[in-house]
């Protein structure tokens, strides 16, 4: 008996072009659900896939990442690799190609083609194939490496210290060991031990009780007992002071805070992730931290690797970003000339992927057409002289010098944009409130 013709809706189209592909291959729907798989996909991934199973959980698993879903989830097409998990506990990686079905314009797809590929199934040897990891992009065997470690401590309480340079990726590591523990239902917070004055970062931590000092009109609770039965992210851990540390070597050892003015303990359940971008041992030669302090944090370290330690991955990400700053602007970019390639493979990136994306953001709002070129780069880059004022040792510098870089560097942007504040936030990466702020404290006004 014949069936009846079934509606012109683009799904049905596609999975009925699905049976005829031979490659293993997933057709979802808008919520990433899967409508229908190819006869190879269960030869691939060693199970059958049921309809309305999510495409994120069945490629990675419930406890890893789902980097496809993230790329998915900004609406563009995207190829990737992901690390499915096998029984025993193994890896393994699959290339996954997606393409949205029946986009049309701005709108958004009415699902999603994938092409999975076998040929790479050992890509974690394939040492440069792309990966997405919780929002990290990377080609780079070193980060995979630290990605693998990153993944086995998440499943564990144990403190980790994470070590990098600003703007490579730190919070978003500290972030994914949380996303992929068991304590990933539980807040994350995250404090700078840089950012505050001594007296006022002991109460941000452990909080005080109402009276203890002038202004403390009410109990706070503080930052340890907000991160309750999850993660507490304790960022610049080098800048901490002497007499802090040895109170949160107390808390570490007691698992309890004392709030400033109070005298009994509190039991606070915490997983702690330190940042630095120093080393924490030479901080520890130095004399400015304390070595059992940093034995309790540093019981799994990870290191982040510069970018421009990391071969490939400053053209790998600058793909990625223009990508998605396409999707944001008014200012299309189908192609980064050779020369512009050449100039960002050739800079040191002393402010890594956050750099990275600032150069890019000057570059989609100073240039004009398809290609970006050179000449759209910030002058430092293409002048292979970086910003002094994001030079990784700025956390030390005195605060009378740390004006003076800041406001040059805000003046400098003003200038490029023709006194136009929020072009300037662009390119500075910064929002307009924050702009103006800054630009009241060194006493700037925009120009023209
Ligand atoms: N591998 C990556 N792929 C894509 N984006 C990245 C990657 N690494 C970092 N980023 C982006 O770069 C920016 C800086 O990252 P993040 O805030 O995690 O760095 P950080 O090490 O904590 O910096 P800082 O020391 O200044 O606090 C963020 O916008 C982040 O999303
Ligand atoms: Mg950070």
Redesign the pocket.
Known sequence: MKRPAPPADPLHIAALALESLGGPALLLDPALRVVAASPGVEGLLGEAVRPGALAPRVLCGDSLDRPIAEALAAGRAVTGTVLRPRRGGALRSLRVRATPVGADGDAPPAGWLLLLDAQEALALDAPDAPLLFH????GDPAMKQMFHVLQRAARRDVPVLVR?E???????VARALHDLSPRARGPFKAINCAALPPSLLESELFGHVKGSFTGASRDHAGIFRAADRGTLFL?EIAETPLDLQAKLLRVVETRTVIPVGGSEPIAVNVRLVA?T?QSLRRAVELGSFRADLMYRLRVVPLFIPPLRARAGDVAL?TA?IVDELNGAGERNVARVSPGALAALARYPWPGN??EL?NALQYAFVIGEGPVLTEADLPPEITSGEPDEALAPARVNRPPELEGTPEAQRIQRALERAGGNRTRAAKILGVSRVTLWRQMREHGLAAPG
């Not at 929002?135 to 990377?138: E, K, L, R």
């Not at 600003?166 to 978003?172: D, M, P, S, V, Y």
């Open positions: 929002g990290m992009w990377t990098g600003t703007g490579a990726g730190k919070e978003l960022d940042a971008h990400l990625r992927v956050r994306r």
